[in-house]
């Protein structure tokens, strides 16, 4: 437990282009009700807070935390729009800024829609090229579609206790993303032996072959920190999106590129010539095993 804080990290949410999806998936953190006795939101869409959006726009206060989720759009800078005065009148204040969200990070969907023009605050996909390039020192990108809640929480609770923020080349935390999807995958083993799933949703087999799964080269911990405790995306059968890396979304999510049946793209770090070797190795053998269904519904009744 932690020690009831005299000041409370004054936190400012602010959004830009967004589906409000990170806002929600805070709300599912188990210990929300415990880390806002430690700081507490000037603003924030969905929660109770001491300020209005209007107040915060008269730029008269200051926040220790400025969270941004959402793409970063240049025509917030019109003259009838305020987002991009307070994006930067609280990015001098703060102390820490958080991109929550592939968009507020990199673009993600909102840059795939409007490829010339919408960006994160810091990360145009992997050029840094964003709106607060000048405070690039103090941003911390939290990607995820949308985010998971534990990894905002644990940032912010970091922050709280004073523990250094360790940060990756793309101002990702590493405690949270420098393991890959594919660490603690529960389907590892088939992916070893390169068995395949045929379908969706179903127990058995890797959704790396031929169902587009991107774990073995997505930065994230979705398969240690399970979401809501208790599930991930290739836990429940779909494959993973790498929602977290700067060039989300990809095309074609649900197809493997193949040549001659082997994924065009070898896993992370894994050289190609070796990664081949291997595989057609792999494919000669036969794990009786692992080819039967975990459970078969038909016999075992």
Same mark, same amino acid.
């Given at each position: 437990?932690?020690?009831? =804080?005299?000041?409370?990290? @004054? !936190?400012?949410? *602010?959004? +830009?282009?967004?589906?409000?999806?990170?806002?929600?998936?805070?709300?599912?953190?188990?210990?929300?009700?415990?880390?806002?006795?430690?700081?507490?939101?000037?603003?924030?869409?969905?929660?109770?807070?001491?300020?209005?959006?209007?107040?915060?726009?008269?730029?008269?206060?200051?926040?220790?935390?400025?969270?941004?989720?959402?793409?970063?759009?240049?025509?917030?800078?019109?003259?009838?729009?305020?987002?991009?005065?307070?994006?930067?009148?609280?990015?001098?204040?703060?102390?820490?800024?958080?991109?929550?969200?592939?968009?507020?990070?990199?673009?993600?969907?909102?840059?795939?829609?409007?490829?010339?023009?919408?960006?994160?605050?810091?990360?145009?996909?992997?050029?840094?090229?964003?709106?607060? =390039?000048?405070?690039?020192? @103090? !941003?911390?990108? *939290?990607? +995820?579609?949308?985010?998971?809640?534990e990894w905002l929480g644990s940032t912010l609770n970091m922050i709280v206790d004073k523990h250094p923020v360790v940060l990756d080349k793309e101002h990702r935390p590493k405690e949270l993303y420098s393991s890959l999807v594919h660490h603690g995958c529960t389907r590892n083993e088939y992916f070893e032996w390169k068995i395949d799933a045929d379908d969706f949703g179903q127990k058995e087999g890797c959704l790396f072959y031929k169902q587009g799964c991107r774990a073995p080269m997505t930065h994230g911990s979705c398969n240690t920190i399970l979401w809501n405790g208790v599930n991930s995306k290739t836990r429940s059968g779909t494959p993973c999106f790498g929602c977290t890396e700067s060039d989300f979304p990809r095309t074609d999510l649900f197809e493997t590129k193949t040549n001659m049946s082997i994924p065009v793209d070898a896993p992370l770090g894994v050289p190609k010539r070796a990664y081949l070797t291997l595989t057609g190795i792999a494919k000669t053998f036969h794990i009786k095993r692992l080819e039967e269904p975990l459970i078969d519904y038909k016999n075992d009744n």
């Open positions: 437990m932690h020690s009831k =804080q005299e000041h409370k990290l @004054k !936190i400012f949410w *602010l959004q +830009g282009l967004t589906c409000n999806g990170n806002a929600h998936s805070f709300l599912n953190l188990e210990y929300l009700e415990e880390l806002l006795e430690k700081i507490e939101f000037l603003y924030h869409p969905l929660l109770p807070a001491k300020e209005t959006l209007s107040e915060m726009a008269k730029c008269k206060t200051s926040c220790d935390i400025l969270i941004f989720e959402g793409a970063y759009d240049p025509s917030l800078k019109r003259a009838d729009t305020f987002v991009d005065t307070m994006l930067h009148y609280y990015a001098k204040k703060a102390k820490y800024i958080i991109a929550v969200g592939t968009c507020a990070s990199f673009g993600g969907i909102f840059k795939a829609s409007s490829p010339q023009t919408n960006s994160g605050i810091l990360f145009n996909e992997e050029q840094e090229s964003g709106p607060l =390039q000048g405070y690039s020192a @103090k !941003i911390i990108n *939290l990607s +995820g579609c949308p985010v998971h809640p």
